[in-house]
């Protein structure tokens, strides 16, 4: 089934949120969630729609079911096509399919992915905890294909993970979010950027220099967050918090260029409020186009026009995401580069083996 956006299912999640998604706790799944999923599903706008998923890369379409075809050039329509403040169309969504198990037991509470443009077929992950200051390069096929420690790094409580431009830096540099703050205490907390390996190494694991590291406070106290992203035209940090419940609305944190190693935190603005509701995950297209922000059901999806900058795309009316189903507590989400498509995966907090899942977007 190919779900479309609709108000109607904005706030029934308001009400599945609030009342198992309490800033401070974790967002349990279980059976719990089911039967209120299938309420929400029945009150979304639904249309039959092509049923199969764009392959996200042709190298890797052996992950995918065997109706699945090569993006074409016009399937994503670019940003310099659309005039400046246009209202785009949402697009619609096909089914959900499992497109790998990630088998590392080591990769048990994955709570951050970013898709690499400098290996097509590679998503960049974490840990949330049990592993140290360490980033895994994943194929498609749920294997781990890369182990890089971050020199000099404690890892306090990682959250997500971007990619994103850094100057002086050619290709992209990968900025990692050690954001998390349940209790709501930590005096700051920490982004790190290294560059992106140009080769990828499992065993022994390899060393990333970090280029920049950077204590971040918001204006009026402590926040928690799980959902970064980076926008890739002007190379802008923005952090989306999970505890601005007010009104069902989440602040948009941004911290402004240059990203350089400071001692004194850096505090963060205040530029944005979306209703993406207990965020736990951010991605942008490599164009900056599309931008998603997910939290534990499903979430939300903006397309920003030329011209616009990050604040104005998000102040317009988002599209719907749809129901991450199959997710015990959905946690971390990629867009493809260039928005075919994007993979998310469930935070199950065990060493339950977790499913890397993959939706096509259908513009």
């Not at 949120?17 to 089911?34: D, K, N, Y």
């Not at 509470?109 to 360490?134: F, K, T, Y």
């Amino acid at each position: 089934m190919v779900r479309r956006s609709g108000n109607v299912v904005l706030r029934a999640r308001t009400v599945w949120v609030l009342s198992f998604c309490l800033p401070g706790t974790g967002c349990g799944g279980g059976s719990e969630r089911a039967g209120d999923l299938d309420t929400l599903q029945d009150a979304d706008d639904s249309a039959s729609g092509p049923q199969d998923a764009l392959d996200p890369d042709p190298v890797t379409s052996d992950v995918f079911p065997a109706d699945v075809h090569a993006p074409d050039e016009m399937d994503v329509p670019p940003m310099d096509n659309a005039d400046a403040g246009a209202a785009l169309p949402c697009p619609t969504y096909a089914d959900a399919v499992v497109a790998a198990t990630v088998t590392a037991e080591e990769l048990h509470e994955v709570s951050g992915l970013a898709a690499s443009r400098a290996h097509p077929g590679i998503l960049w992950a974490q840990n949330d905890s049990g592993s140290g200051p360490r980033l895994y390069a994943i194929g498609l096929d749920g294997q781990v294909k890369g182990r890089f420690d971050l020199e000099g790094v404690t890892a306090h409580d990682w959250e997500d993970i971007a990619r994103g431009p850094l100057d002086g830096l050619q290709g992209d540099a990968i900025f990692v979010a050690d954001v998390g703050d349940n209790g709501r205490n930590r005096p700051f907390v920490s982004v790190y950027v290294v560059a992106e390996p140009s080769n990828l190494q499992a065993e022994p694991p390899g060393i990333l220099p970090v280029l920049a590291s950077m204590p971040l406070v918001y204006p009026a106290g402590p926040e928690d967050c799980e959902a970064v992203f980076v926008d890739p035209l002007d190379g802008a940090l923005y952090l989306v918090t999970k505890t601005g419940l007010d009104g069902g609305l989440n602040p948009v944190y941004r911290k402004k260029p240059p990203h350089v190693t400071t001692t004194a935190p850096v505090v963060l603005e205040e530029v944005a409020r979306i209703p993406s509701l207990v965020a736990t995950g951010a991605s942008v297209s490599e164009d900056g186009s599309v931008l998603v922000v997910r939290n534990p059901l499903n979430g939300v999806l903006y397309r920003r026009t030329a011209g616009q900058s990050v604040e104005e795309a998000l102040a317009a009316t988002p599209c719907e995401l749809p129901f991450f189903t199959g997710e015990t507590t959905g946690e971390a989400i990629a867009l493809h580069p260039r928005a075919f498509g994007f993979w998310s995966i469930s935070e199950f907090g065990s060493t339950s083996r977790q499913d890397l899942h993959w939706t096509a977007v259908n513009w």
